[in-house]
T-cell receptor
Framework: DGGITQSPKYLFRKEGQNVTLSCEQNLNHDAMYWYRQDPGQGLRLIYYSQIVNDFQKGDIAEGYSVSREKKESFPLTVTSAQKNPTAFYLC???????????????FGSGTRLTVV | GQSLEQPSEVTAVEGAIVQINCTYQTSGFYGLSWYQQHDGGAPTFLSYNALDGLEETGRFSSFLSRSDSYGYLLLQELQMKDSASYFCAVKPGFQKLVFGTGTRLLVSP
């Protein structure tokens, strides 16, 4: 079955460490996205990518970095510059980044990151 | 910029009908979507309105009025499993989707 796989499900980070969250999709979707969700809050866009080797900053990109070397993969690195990284991170994909969102986004099951 | 407003919480009983409203302000508009998220889970796509009017999918319906910058999600024949958070989302431009802060729906027996 096609879908999005995020790993790990839970991640603990020490102060000053960089950590990388994995996101892989086998839906053959062109566009991929990273969102951050804080308790009781909506989803805020960190980065998005419409095609391989191209990505754009979202609304809260500071302290994060991404790469898109393969269509299937869009890993997110939470750097030590991100001062408040504890949150639920969701990866999503869509057929294209174009205006037709009628098919919706498909989300992974998320990674819960905690700073210890 | 973009902003979306939804009620923070709605309560209802099994079998009832509930409406979750969403008003938005965006610099551009290419459709309103709705997503459902159970606690600790991934959001799942429910519906999409690009044009004014009502879209029906089983027990769920979604409505859009572009002139009023307003939409709603209507859930009928509520079941306990419908207890979740519901997010409206707009696509103001070519790429990204902007989400509201979500409405927590509590369905009681």
């Amino acid at each position: 079955d096609g879908g999005i796989t995020q790993s790990p499900k839970y991640l603990f980070r020490k102060e000053g460490q960089n950590v990388t969250l994995s996101c892989e999709q086998n839906l053959n979707h062109d566009a991929m996205y990273w969102y951050r969700q804080d308790p009781g809050q909506g989803l805020r866009l960190i980065y998005y990518s419409q095609i391989v080797n191209d990505f754009q900053k979202g609304d809260i990109a500071e302290g994060y970095s991404v790469s898109r070397e393969k269509k299937e993969s869009f890993p997110l690195t939470v750097t030590s510059a991100q001062k408040n990284p504890t949150a639920f991170y969701l990866c999503a994909s869509s057929i294209s980044g174009g205006v037709d969102s009628g098919y919706g986004y498909t989300f992974g099951s998320g990674t819960r990151l905690t700073v210890v | 910029g973009q902003s979306l407003e939804q009620p923070s919480e709605v309560t209802a009983v099994e079998g009832a009908i509930v409406q979750i409203n969403c008003t938005y302000q965006t610099s551009g508009f290419y459709g309103l979507s709705w997503y459902q998220q159970h606690d600790g889970g991934a959001p799942t796509f429910l519906s999409y309105n690009a044009l004014d009017g009502l879209e029906e999918t089983g027990r769920f319906s979604s409505f859009l009025s572009r002139s009023d910058s307003y939409g709603y999600l209507l859930l009928q024949e509520l079941q306990m499993k419908d207890s979740a958070s519901y997010f409206c989302a707009v696509k103001p431009g070519f790429q990204k989707l902007v989400f509201g802060t979500g409405t927590r729906l509590l369905v009681s027996p």
